[in-house]
Each structure stands twice: as C-alpha cells, then as structure tokens.
C-alpha cells in the first residue's frame, strides 16, 4: 500500500476493529486516530464497510501467511507446524488473550451481512487452507500423513481459530497453554516421522 494516508488509516482501522469491532468503530474515531481528515477518509473509501476489506487483507499477511512462511524452513515440517502453532499462542499470550483473530471476529460479526466481507474472508481462510496444504503435500508423497493434506489444513484451521476463541474467553494462560499443547499432540499424532 504505497498511499500514507491510506496504509494510516488501514493501520488504526485494524486496531480499532480488533478490538473493538466493526460496531464499534466509527470513522470519526479512525480519522481522528490517523490524524486525517474525513475527507481524505472518504478520498479511499466510500465507507467504514469498504475499508475492512484492506484490513482483513493486511491482517492476513501480517498475521497468517507472513508468520506461517516464516516458520516454514524449519527442519521439518513437524518443526514448521510446532513454531507456527507456538508464535500464534507467544502474540495472543503477548495481548493477553484479547482481540482474537480479527479475521474470526469480523467472520462472525459481518459475513451474514455483508456478501462482499464473508467473500472475502473465505478467499483469505482458503488462501490460508492452500499454503498449509503445499506445506504438507510433501508429506503425503512419502506416506507420512495420517489424513489427506487439504483435510488436515482444514482441521488445524479449525483447531487454531477455536483455540483462540477460547484463549479469548477465558483468559488464563495456563489453560491456553494446553490447548495449544492440545494443537501440537493433533500435529505429533497426524505426521509420521
């Protein structure tokens, strides 16, 4: 995103629907946080639903892909799997369990009303699916694999996303931490060494 304003106002918007969600975000608040005028709010994007769309993008490289592709030299693919799943908790253990995932959180509160977002949302969640697949492909060509690639991406979506749903409703670490546990046993159990 080359325009300043813009990737400011993206920034401060990503916080603001982080935690307080899209209700309670509004654009004289976003504005005023970017230190912009409404003008140039509205010079990008026609309304607050329009901006979300580059959220969730940014907050899908940002916090998805670019921590998943950072994990993935390790010296295997079990290792890969075990320092994403670990950078995940370490960020969500850092905020103390609040927030969530941006992308659960706007899912459940925007996909039923707005086409656009819940399309958007499902191209990330498969864009996500699709790299932990080429991950594990590797895998299943030598008979490592208990469950077919694109089913064991689908389940550690599934399992990392309600792990921090509830990471975020109890807020005790100590729990959050075995559930965690929870992912890499799901991992050490689905890939033969």
């Not at 329009?50 to 993008?57: G, K, R, S």
């Not at 390790?74 to 960020?91: G, N, Q, Y």
Request: proline letters at 2%.
């Amino acid at each position: 995103m080359a325009n300043t304003t813009k990737r400011k106002l993206v920034e401060k918007a990503e916080r603001s629907l982080w935690q307080n969600g899209y209700d309670g975000t509004s654009i004289n608040a976003l504005v005023a946080d970017a230190g912009v005028s409404k003008g140039a709010f509205f010079h990008h994007y026609p309304n607050k639903r329009a901006i979300i769309l580059d959220v969730l993008d940014k907050y899908a490289q940002d916090r998805i892909f670019a921590p998943l592709e950072a994990c993935a030299d390790r010296e295997s693919v079990k290792e890969s799997l075990f320092s994403w799943i670990e950078s995940i908790f370490r960020d969500y253990e850092q905020a103390d369990f609040k927030s969530g995932c941006l992308l659960g959180n706007s899912a459940l509160e925007l996909s039923d009303e707005d086409e656009a977002i819940r399309e958007r949302i499902r191209d990330i969640v498969l864009q996500w699916e699709n790299r932990l697949v080429n991950l594990l492909k590797p895998l299943a060509a030598e008979d490592k694999l208990l469950m077919e690639p694109r089913q064991l991406a689908r389940l550690l979506i599934a399992a990392v996303e309600g792990t921090v749903l509830t990471s975020k409703v109890h807020k005790d670490s100590i729990r959050a931490s075995r559930e965690f546990q929870a992912l890499f046993q799901l991992i050490e159990l689905m890939i033969k060494d």
